[in-house]
């Protein structure tokens, strides 16, 4: 998660909908039932975040603002005290999927509830003044007319939370769509957002039937496969696709190295002194395999020694040792001849050994 703006809108986003779903879920319970609640909800789903005191919160949730197009701005300074490790566990809190289909159910059931009291205080405002229908005891108004103004209040209350949600759940997918964009999302990540956006998606097109309104998009477009498959991404360096076997690919590369300098030690002294014949059946092996080196050379260092991922010193060094392995095909045939054929296997080996090593740093280095 290297661009951090993108991320924190996430976040937002996300605790908006945490705030959201507290305030829904509590609105009809007695006070004390509430912080209670709200304390419990907020220590389970904001574990590991800086501190906000209850008060603070219960601030937060009475506040006028709450629904308002932009959030909060005490959570908004909440939010960039935020560590890239804070960010990270709030994004990756795969339980609080499951409050946001309940946020949605919720609001929407607040939306038909209010519009069934508003219709039966129309129809029949003496009856739903007397029996304060929709309102608790201890907030009936003093006057019927009071009672009419406050249930459209809350219709018309209710009906802008309800849009305020999916206006929200739209901002949360076009964030993540950005934070995709620029690849700063893995793979962990990614697949842990798209479930919360289903969640906010399983009631999404019946919040606008209840709204009266015409959905002009859907939530979650299927028809954009490059957004919504979300595999894994391709790592930085081959080795990254594997890194619980780097240690045993390390290991076993230097026992690779020192179990082959064994024959070639016993090759060594048992090879006749003095050089050889290029009538020999072993010059002419000699020659097989130095061909086949050559083509080793040539085909690890041709598609990969351009790579952008490739450092100056990893190019540098590339280039070093597939040079010292051409010298060692060259005077290995030379030495041969001239010198010692076991001083020849030698450099064949070393050669050999030096195209091992630039194979292992084009693993690590694109």
């Not at 038909?112 to 201890?138: C, M, Y």
């Not at 103004?149 to 206006?167: E, N, Y």
Request: negative net charge; contains cysteine.
């Amino acid at each position: 998660m290297a661009n951090q703006p993108n991320i924190r809108r996430i976040v937002l986003c996300l605790l908006r909908f945490d705030l959201w779903a507290a305030d829904t879920i509590t609105d009809e319970l007695s006070a004390l039932h509430r912080l209670e609640n709200i304390d419990y909800h907020f220590q389970r789903m904001w574990r590991g975040l800086p501190t906000v005191e209850l008060q603070v919160l219960d601030e937060w949730l009475r506040s006028p603002e709450l629904y308002h197009n932009q959030p909060l701005f005490a959570l908004r300074q909440h939010v960039e005290g935020f560590s890239e490790r804070q960010l990270n566990s709030v994004v990756m809190n795969s339980s609080a999927r499951t409050l946001y289909t309940r946020l949605l159910f919720k609001r929407i059931s607040k939306l038909v509830e209010q519009k069934a009291i508003n219709g039966f205080a129309t129809r029949h405002p003496d009856r739903a003044f007397e029996e304060s229908q929709g309102l608790l005891i201890e907030q009936r108004p003093a006057t019927r007319g009071e009672y009419l103004v406050t249930v459209a209040h809350r219709l018309h209350d209710t009906h802008l939370r309800l849009k305020a949600v999916i206006r929200e759940a739209r901002v949360f997918r076009d964030c993540i769509m950005i934070a995709t964009e620029a690849r700063d999302l893995e793979f962990p990540a990614m697949q842990v957002l798209k479930e919360k956006l289903e969640a906010l998606n399983e009631y999404y097109e019946d919040s606008y039937r209840e709204l009266g309104e015409e959905m002009a998009e859907r939530l979650m477009n299927t028809q954009i496969p490059e957004f919504w498959d979300v595999g894994p991404q391709v790592p930085p360096h081959a080795v990254d696709a594997y890194p619980a076997h780097l240690p045993s690919l390390n290991f076993m590369l230097f026992n690779f190295f020192f179990l082959a300098s064994i024959p070639a030690y016993f090759c060594f002294c048992s090879t006749p002194v003095g050089p050889g014949s290029h009538v020999d059946a072993n010059f002419y092996q000699l020659l097989s395999s130095n061909v086949l080196q050559v083509s080793s050379i040539v085909t690890l260092l041709w598609p990969t020694i351009f790579h952008a991922k490739l450092s100056r010193s990893a190019w540098f060094w590339s280039w070093m040792l597939a040079g010292v392995s051409l010298i060692c095909v060259v005077l290995s045939v030379i030495m041969y001849l001239v010198v010692s054929i076991g001083w020849s296997s030698i450099l064949s080996l070393f050669g050999e050994a030096s195209i091992c090593v630039v194979s292992l740093m084009l693993i690590f280095r694109v």
